[in-house]
């Protein structure tokens, strides 16, 4: 579908539903990416200057930013205002794909050298042991798997959700807090120091089995949930408003779960690793 969709065209322009999706240039979503890669490339280059830097985690930085990068500005974006179904992928792109690999990166210490020096003294005085302590609050595992849950739920609710496909402002909204959401959730589940295998596997099948049932509840549906998508009759995609959904819905029950899952499964591996080397139950 997007292989034919080669226009280009402003976010203010992406509302209409003539003619192919274009690319997006909204400065509210391009300026902050922009601004994101520049402090990781400064931050990178600083440290590689003091010391012998990994290559493996910029690589996942850079991966996720470009996976993010590409969801938000292709027509894959404008697409999702004529289809459910394209607006999932954008969605599942962003919370199992994008924000996995920037929090696998671990990439917080090479953004904040990429700050100029008077913002790096502020963060690392008085203002560190609170933001640390908020950062810590949130990536615990139960937290952060009740935030992502209470997000996505909220979101997809019909009256929130027609706002999005009405308002760009709200529809940046939602990719932001889908954003911050999953990486936070995934810092969490990544960060096996602070809780065990078995906790962080539990969030990840309780993880599963929410965006599951969700997804079930539109694939199951008889009858369209979103009026904006219902008005549109036919979607981009040559569906109904309700196969549109329906497909929508599996989108996010299958990939979702099986993404989730496998995390959960991988986490048990560590742990009976683990326990064979140590003799004593990870965690």
């Known amino acids: 579908i997007l292989a034919g969709c080669p226009g280009i065209a ?20 391009t300026v902050p990416l922009a601004i994101l890669l520049i402090l990781f490339l400064i931050g990178r280059f600083r440290l590689a200057a003091r010391s012998r830097v990994e290559r493996k985690r910029p690589l996942l930085f850079l991966g996720g930013w470009l996976v993010l990068t590409l969801t938000l500005v292709s027509p894959l974006h404008q697409g999702g205002e004529r289809s459910f179904t394209l607006h999932m992928i954008e969605h599942e792109l962003i919370m199992l794909v994008a924000t996995l690999l920037l929090a696998a990166s671990h990439a917080g210490g090479v953004l904040a050298w990429g700050l100029p020096l008077p913002l790096r003294q502020v963060l690392g005085g008085g203002w560190k042991a609170p933001l640390a302590s908020l950062w810590r609050r949130l990536t615990e595992p139960v937290t952060a798997t009740v935030l992502q849950a209470v997000v996505m739920w909220a979101w997809h609710a019909p009256d929130l959700f027609n706002r999005t496909l009405e308002s760009q402002g709200w529809h940046v909204a939602q990719h932001l807090s889908f954003v911050l959401s999953s990486l936070i959730f995934w810092a969490a589940m990544l960060d096996t120091r602070r809780s065990s295998y078995l906790l962080s596997a539990a969030c990840l099948f309780l993880t599963s089995l929410v965006e599951g049932a969700l997804g079930a509840l539109m694939a199951l549906s008889m009858s369209p949930w979103y009026a904006a998508y219902a008005a549109m009759g036919m979607s981009g995609i040559g569906l109904d408003p309700t196969s549109d959904q329906q497909l929508a819905g599996l989108i996010m029950w299958i990939p979702g779960g099986l993404v989730h899952g496998g995390a959960a499964l991988a986490l048990i591996y560590q742990w009976l690793k683990s326990s064979e080397d140590n003799g004593i139950p990870a965690g």
Do not use: Q
């Open 10 to 29: 402003f976010a203010d322009e992406g509302h209409g539903h003539g003619g192919s999706p274009g690319w997006t240039f909204d400065p509210l979503v």
